[in-house]
């Protein structure tokens, strides 16, 4: 990778100035008129060193001249004000660069697992889990497109106060409306999955409405705990670790089989919608961890640790003394004698490990728990210290629509089917009519727009998701990459010689790059540095800027140049920076988990 050779060269000097600590980075110039590669390292190096930042840069500068004229393939080396250093490479090392490097990739023989979505059962997948999706399959993609071995993992939460209240709506809804269980297995899966949808907002809203209700809700909680516990020992032979029964008024012990039965098919029916939209989102788990599990290994963790300090017993509650750590005072077993989201957590740890001996463990969720999680990382620490090591959350943004902040409870939630459906429904009068299976395509394009819209923000950053704005086929989104993908391919198949490869063409010295060739010839470069640049600062959206700015130089070289007509050298060059640029989108949109279609 070019951007590392010039790293080397820059070291190389620093190190004969006896500077060889100073720290380096090659950035890419936005206007091609400033270099290929350009470093600010005279500007941090005058800093330190009391000196002026151009004439550091000078002598850096002529040093570079020098140690680099052996290479061949550095054009030449200027300074720009106020101090920084840019490089031009030529044509013929440029050409050389757009394949694969005999470099290892960042992440080589490395294992890493990724857990993201994290759905509740009972609930439909929303529009914040379908962020966690997004972010976590590229993720998955860059991790291995860098060398790692990847583990995708799915947390879910089939225990807890969301699978009470679905459940008392569940019960009260099947009353008022006389419908069985049985009648509503008869129905499609879609219409179940929006019945439990209605019996949690129902619930939800009976909670905090009336306190008697509260009460028959909590009572189901532990009801709901027990059903766990039986599921879990049928279909994993789990032994339970924590005895609910006591915790239950005697007389609601009448509801179990009830609750029971309503538990196991609403899981089963929630577990099977995932998986579908799974497969639409071209995300395959390769393990699956229930939060009723996790639980009891938490509870279980936490009690064994109260004697060494490391949890305490506080007003019938077990806590984690967060303050002593600079941090905050959270329950871990909470006075009702249940494990909460902490515990589970800290359960789910050292399961994932027995299963993955991971190097690193990325969690992805979104910011507004920062600080659970912050103290959840401590006190893992404290139990494990190196998985607390391992582990580490990434927290995405909260997802706004124009109008404000979604929420469940309501019923207004905007659920990942429909966003999807609504994205395939507008984009389809857009598609040209040479398009054969339209529905196939607008499937992949309404996917598209979705995912880039999350992607091209920087993770930790709030968005605000604008349908209209994502499906458009011009700008920056994902249809318009995928636009410019089968625009390469419409080229090609014009051309008798389809097969040529950029590197296969004659050497340009005869020939005089124009403006628009040239630069989406670096761009296709620095595909490799850039895939590398999104592993190590874990960011997709670096690579969708990339890709934008890709397509966006391959569409002014279309307008501007002809392709097919010319000199046959410059004809042939021309056709295999069109299947570069082509081959680089798709491999590019890949990593974002985004499919390109040969036609739109």
């Given at each position: ?37 350009a470093t600010n390292v005279a500007l941090v190096a005058a800093r330190k060193l ?486 190590v600062r874990y960011a997709p959206s670096g690579l969708a800027t990339y890709l ?53």
């Amino acid at each position: 990778m070019l951007n590392l050779q010039i790293k080397d060269i820059v070291i190389a000097v620093l190190k004969d100035m006896g500077s060889e600590s100073m720290p380096v980075t090659i950035d890419y110039p936005s206007d091609p008129k400033h270099g290929d590669y350009a470093t600010n390292v005279a500007l941090v190096a005058a800093r330190k060193l009391g000196k002026n930042p151009m004439e550091l840069a000078e002598q850096l500068a002529g040093d570079l001249r020098v140690k680099s004229k052996d290479l061949g393939w550095i054009e030449k080396v200027e300074v720009a004000k106020p101090g920084f250093i840019n490089f031009w490479i030529t044509n013929q090392k440029l050409i050389e660069s757009t394949g694969p490097s005999n470099k290892k990739g960042y992440f080589a023989d490395k294992k890493i697992m990724v857990e993201y979505t994290d759905p509740n059962p009972f609930k439909e997948l929303h529009i914040g889990h379908l962020y966690s999706n997004i972010i976590g399959e590229s993720l998955c993609r860059i991790f291995e497109a860098n060398g790692a071995e990847v583990r995708r993992v799915d947390y879910y939460g089939d225990v807890g106060m969301h699978v009470a209240k679905s459940v008392w709506g569940l019960m009260k809804k099947m009353r008022d409306e006389k419908v069985t269980l049985e009648d509503l297995e008869k129905k499609p899966l879609t219409e179940r999955i929006a019945f439990l949808g209605e019996g949690y907002a129902l619930g939800s809203n009976a909670f905090t409405e009336d306190p008697k209700n509260a009460s028959e809700i909590k009572d189901i909680n532990y009801l709901v705990y027990m059903s766990g516990q039986e599921y879990l020992q049928k279909k994993y032979n789990w032994q339970p670790q924590i005895d609910y029964k006591k915790y239950l008024r005697p007389e609601k012990e009448t509801l179990y089989q009830e609750v029971k039965e309503l538990y196991e098919k609403g899981k089963d029916w929630s577990l099977e919608n995932f998986e579908i939209l799974y497969k639409r989102l071209g995300t395959k788990f390769d393990n699956y961890y229930p939060e009723s599990i996790a639980g009891e290994r938490g509870y279980k963790i936490v009690k064994e640790n109260i004697e060494n300090g490391i949890f305490v017993q506080s007003e019938g509650a077990i806590i984690f003394p967060g303050e002593e750590h600079g941090l905050h005072t959270r329950v871990f077993i909470n006075t009702l004698g249940l494990p909460t989201y902490e515990a589970k957590e800290l359960g789910l740890a050292p399961w994932k490990y027995e299963e993955f001996k991971y190097d690193l463990s990325f969690i992805v969720t979104a910011t507004e728990i920062a600080a659970y999680f912050n103290v959840l990382v401590e006190a893992l620490k404290k139990v494990n210290p190196e998985l607390g090591a391992k582990t580490k959350p990434l927290l995405h943004g909260m997802v706004k629509l124009p109008e404000g902040k979604m929420s469940s409870r309501s019923g207004n939630v905007i659920t990942v089917n429909w966003l999807i459906d609504e994205a395939k429904r507008r984009v389809m009068p857009l598609m040209s009519d040479a398009v054969e299976d339209k529905d196939d395509v607008a499937e992949k394009v309404g996917i598209a727009a979705v995912k880039y819209a999350f992607l091209r923000s920087s993770i930790g950053k709030d968005i605000t998701f604008d349908l209209e704005e994502s499906v458009n086929f011009e700008g920056n989104s994902g249809p318009y990459l995928q636009y410019t993908y089968a625009r390469t391919q419409s080229v090609l198949a014009k051309s008798k010689d389809q097969k040529s490869k950029i590197k296969d063409t004659p050497a340009l010295n005869s020939y005089t790059l124009n403006p628009e060739e040239r630069q989406v010839l670096r761009l296709i470069a620095r595909f490799e540095e850039i895939v590398e640049e999104a592993a190590v600062r874990y960011a997709p959206s670096g690579l969708a800027t990339y890709l934008f700015e890709l397509a966006q130089g391959f569409n002014l070289f279309y307008q501007k140049h002809q392709i097919l007509k010319g000199q046959e050298g410059v004809t042939q060059f021309r056709l295999s920076l069109t299947e570069a640029t082509g081959k680089t989108l798709k491999q590019g949109l890949n990593l974002l988990g985004i499919q390109a279609p040969e036609k739109m």
